[in-house]
T-cell receptor, first 113, second 111 residues
Framework: NAGVTQTPKFQVLKTGQSMTLQCAQD?????MYWYRQDPGMGLRLIYY???????DKGEVPNGYNVSRLNKREFSLRLESAAPSQTSVYFC????????????FGQGTRLTVV | GEDVEQSLFLSVREGDSSVINCTYT??????LYWYKQEPGAGLQLLTY?????DMKQDQRLTVLLNKKDKHLSLRIADTQTGDSAIYFC???????????FGRGTSLIVHP
């Protein structure tokens, strides 16, 4: 099935631990994104990648790094997790051809204790 | 102020029409979107409108755009309990392909 696959679905980390969130899309989209969603805050852009080989900071990049491994995959890394990074993380890919397509992953619910 | 603003809650009776409103600040917005998020799920793109359009209709959904007032609305006809979700307005400007989201409107449909 076409779409965005995001792993893991749930994760609990201790403060200071590191982890990588994985995201892959199979729609040949150029643009991929990482957002975080917090209660009452909507979605805030962490990083995005307009094309393979490029990444740029979004609204809230501090504490995160990303890698656009190839056209399909865009990973988000927390090097030293902090409680403020407790959130739900969404990966998305957007393509514009005849019509605009936007697909979101199912989300990763991350708790940092 | 925020770039995209929406009211946080809307409650409607099943069978009625729902109208979710959104205002945005960027006059160079090129695309405006409506997304739906059901509990525990990612966002689903419902519909979008180009900034040079006034209206777009897609089955039960009608999007109205007032570019002068920077106001976007989503009307859901014959609202059903399955329409209960959070609806996000988003705008994108200048061909950036980077949507900026509002905080979302929780639509509650009751019998």
């Amino acid at each position: 099935n076409a779409g965005v696959t995001q792993t893991p679905k749930f994760q609990v980390l201790k403060t200071g631990q590191s982890m990588t969130l994985q995201c892959a899309q199979d729609m040949n989209h150029n643009s991929m994104y990482w957002y975080r969603q917090d209660p009452g805050m909507g979605l805030r852009l962490i990083y995005y990648s307009a094309s393979e080989g490029t990444t740029d900071k979004g609204e809230v990049p501090n504490g995160y790094n990303v890698s656009r491994l190839n056209k399909r995959e865009f990973s988000l890394r927390l090097e030293s997790a902090a409680p403020s990074q407790t959130s739900v993380y969404f990966c998305a890919s957007i393509g514009v051809s005849m019509n605009t397509e936007a697909f979101f992953g199912q989300g990763t619910r991350l708790t940092v204790v | 102020g925020e770039d995209v603003e929406q009211s946080l809650f809307l409650s409607v009776r099943e069978g009625d029409s729902s109208v979710i409103n959104c205002t945005y600040t960027d006059s160079s917005s090129t695309y405006l979107y409506w997304y739906k998020q059901e509990p525990g799920a990612g966002l689903q793109l419902l519909t979008y409108i180009f900034s040079n359009m006034d209206m777009k209709q897609d089955q039960r959904l009608t999007v109205l755009l007032n570019k002068k007032d920077k106001h976007l609305s989503l009307r859901i006809a014959d609202t059903q309990t399955g329409d209960s979700a959070i609806y996000f307005c988003a705008e994108e400007s200048g061909g950036s392909y980077i949507p900026t989201f509002g905080r979302g409107t929780s639509l509650i449909v009751h019998p």
